[in-house]
Structures are given as structure tokens and as C-alpha cells.
């Protein structure tokens, strides 16, 4: 029986890709189809918006799939959250949810949005923000081009989805709230987990992509070191477990091997040269897994 496995057709799209082939999976779209290819024949992928990801896999139509909680809490969708994966770059990222109105608006806070108009595409979710702030406003339904609403006084606010603000700054607008924030999330149909083979598979799928992800922004280094120098050699490196050292063939010298975050590489390296090391080796990793 195979694994039916949702794919995020949109902005989570390229990252998601990315990321599987980084944890061992090879993904191919094509731009007419939205059944992708995998190279597990186990696997049977399916493209389709993060927006209505938790209503298919709720329902049975996929065992599993890759969306935002955002779009969970805004379906309500009665799914195992299998796994959060927080990617760094492209598109994994923690995002917010944030309440915005123009930057000249008299609206300086929530409370002042009682009988106004909200434009946004996550209108449960914003609803339910509204009913906990004890505000009474009118919620409507955005198809997009959310942040041009406010500014062409179509609505008095908006709602809308942000990773660093300067989008809405360079629209001229001012945030006010946050309304909830995201993470990208791998979840799985209540029945399909409870499968002893596809919860099997959907965990292995799990393990591998988080990590891939671990991974994603750190590198290995490996040096020889002479046993004399090694006590120095090892109180420079910030290792995740304690390095893995090895005797060489040549007496007297051990080969030291690590992990650590990328960005440390160029102030490290130099130090460890002037320590001791010897044949310095830096080389990039797929997956990093305790």
C-alpha cells in the first residue's frame, strides 16, 4: 500500500523540493501536472496549495502532507502534527500573521477597530483573535492583493502574512498586532498514523527531513593532529558531541572529526591551524541525525 504524500504547490513549494532531495528523496514537477514525480516507489505525491492541505489529509484524500499551521488552525483540522520543520532558508522560516493599517490611520490599536472592515485570506483565525480581544468588526474574505486594500481605503485594516515587516513598510503600512505565527508543519491523517506501516514510513520521512534540515547550516571538519597538540586542538572547537577521534597510521597522530555551525568555519579554522592542525578538511553534510 502506498503512501499518499502531499506537496505544497505555492510558496512553500521550491523549499519543500529542496529539502527532500537534501534528505534523500528526488522530487520532479512538472509545470502541467500536479502529480510529481519521486523516487520512491513506495510514495505516491500529490501537489496541492498549503492552503487546503489539512482538509485533504483530514479527510483520507492523502495520508500525509507539508503545510503551515496557520492554515490548520484556519480549517481546524483534526490532523497529527508529526513533525514542525524550521528551515532557515527559502520559505521554512517561522512566519507571522500580523493586523496592519495605513501609516497615516487613526487606528492605533486593536481595540480601535470596532465597526471596521478587515480584509484578509486567514478569516477564522482573525475572527477568533477578534472575539478573544472582545472586538466586534467585520472580517471579509481577500483574494489577494491584500495590502493594497487598506492603502485604497477599501478596508480599514488587513491581516496579512509577514516574515520581516518591510514588505508592509514599503506599502506604506504599520503594524499593529500579531495575530498568531506559523511554522511549516509535516502532518499526517488520525487513521493513516495509526497504520503500522504508513506511520513507519511517515516517521522515517519525518526523521530524515528534519535531518536534512539540522544539517542545512552546519559542516564537518576533519583534521590530523599530533597527540601533543590535541588538548589544544580540542578546546577551540564547539562540537555538537564530543569530536570523533581516531588514530592514524603515522605514531603519534590522531585524526579529529567534527561538526559545527557554518558560520564559525572562517574564525575557527585559522585558529586551529595555528594550534596544531594539520590537513584541515571541511566538507558539507546532507543529513545530521542523533
Keep these: 500500500m502506498k503512501l499518499k504524500l502531499g506537496i505544497p504547490k505555492g510558496s512553500l513549494q521550491e523549499s519543500t523540493i529542496r529539502i527532500f532531495k537534501k534528505a534523500g528523496f528526488d522530487i520532479r514537477v512538472s509545470e502541467r501536472s500536479y502529480i510529481p514525480y519521486i523516487d520512491d516507489p513506495d510514495i505516491d505525491p500529490l501537489m496541492l496549495r498549503a492552503q487546503e492541505m489539512s482538509e485533504y489529509v483530514e479527510n483520507g484524500t492523502l495520508d500525509c502532507g507539508i503545510t503551515g499551521n496557520d492554515w490548520i488552525m484556519e480549517k481546524g483540522s483534526s490532523v497529527v502534527k508529526v513533525s514542525e520543520l524550521i528551515y532557515a532558508k527559502r520559505g521554512m522560516q517561522p512566519v507571522r500573521w500580523v493586523l496592519a493599517v495605513p501609516a497615516g490611520s487613526r487606528i492605533k490599536s486593536a481595540k480601535d477597530l470596532k465597526g471596521k472592515r478587515i480584509a484578509t485570506e486567514l478569516v477564522s483565525v482573525t475572527k477568533k483573535y477578534l472575539k ?17 486594500k487598506a492603502n485604497m481605503e477599501l478596508v480599514d485594516a ?37 497504520d503500522k506501516r504508513k506511520r513507519e514510513k511517515i516517521d522515517n520521512i519525518a526523521l530524515l527531513l ?81
Excluded at 478573544?132 to 493594497?148: L, N
Excluded at 572562517?266 to 596544531?276: D, H, R, T, Y
Aim: aromatic share 4%.
Design 210 to 290: 528534519k535531518g536534512a534540515i539540522l544539517a542545512e547550516n552546519k559542516v564537518g571538519l576533519k583534521m590530523n593532529v599530533s597527540k601533543k597538540d590535541l588538548k589544544r586542538v580540542l578546546s577551540i572547537l564547539p562540537a555538537m558531541k564530543r569530536p570523533t577521534i581516531s588514530s592514524l597510521s603515522q605514531e603519534g597522530w590522531v585524526d579529529v572529526d567534527t561538526i559545527l555551525d557554518e558560520s564559525t568555519v572562517k574564525n575557527i579554522i585559522p585558529k586551529l591551524k595555528k594550534a596544531g592542525a594539520q590537513g584541515i578538511v571541511e566538507y558539507p553534510l546532507n543529513k545530521v541525525i542523533y
Design 132 to 148: 478573544r480581544k472582545k472586538i466586534q468588526a467585520e472580517v471579509d474574505f481577500s483574494w489577494g492583493a491584500t495590502e493594497v
Design 158 to 194: 488587513i491581516v496579512e502574512l509577514t516574515e520581516t515587516g518591510s514588505s508592509l513598510k514599503a506599502n506604506n503600512l504599520k503594524i499593529i498586532d500579531t495575530i498568531c505565527t506559523s511554522t511549516t508543519q509535516l502532518i499526517a491523517n488520525r487513521k493513516a498514523y495509526k
